[in-house]
């Protein structure tokens, strides 16, 4: 049975809600609270897929996320890269000079501190970014005004003073898309193959079990250490590479990954986001 939804944490509107109409523009976005309640919603047949946020490239990895997605339950089966174009949204009437206050999620504030002190606005923390476009429309106040994306002030009747505000203008989330079932089924051009793992207890298991990825070729585009069990000698990690199980070179490297590791968990194989290249093209 499939539902055609997919679920994403935030407030109709948000930078996920975005994502989702781009990503997968045939379904219907099912706004979640937290991210447990998006994995939830899937597990429980309430939606087809999950949109999860996993990174930005100005502020690094979401807080949490890779805690939840080895216990999630769910597989990696697309990634989605989103640009982040931050608009200053307020009540219709509204112009530029009557704004004294612009509310958004305190990472949203961060990104746009250039145009805030040019235009002398006040940044004034919010929940989330589309909740703040929310809270604006509800408030009615002139005065006030939000930071968030285009889509938020078409959902929620706002102005948009200024659009594409943002201080970097390469600033990307990349998002994964999650199902019920995995699908190594499919290839690419590019693909990837995401896992989680942890070193066996040995001198040097790690830079080991590093060297079958360099010696058969395989490049490695993220690997991130985190403590799990609230212990600091648990360490746990994540980790990205080019290229699919079914390489011959990748089915090497993860033999021997798995001779000096104590568990590793395959979270899903899935085609790169064009964006990806064309990200890497304009870093060097």
Known sequence: MTTNRIAFQGEPGAYSHEACR???PQMDPLP?????????????????LAMLPVENSTYGRVADIHHLLPESGLHIVDE????VHISLLAVPGTRLVDVTDAMSHTVLLGQCRGFLRRHGIRPMTGGDTAGSAKDVAQRGIPSLAALAAPLAGEIYGLDRLADEIEDRQNNTTRFLIMSREPDFSRRADRMLTSFVFRVRNIPAALYKAMGGFATNGVNMTKLESYMVDGVFTATQFYADIEGHPGDANVRLAMDELSYFTSSLNVLGVYPADPLREAQRQAAD
């Open 22 to 24: 781009s990503a997968r």
């Open 32 to 48: 979640c609270r937290t991210f447990e309640d998006v994995i939830e919603a899937v597990r429980a047949g309430e939606a087809d």
């Open 80 to 83: 989605a890269f989103v640009r």
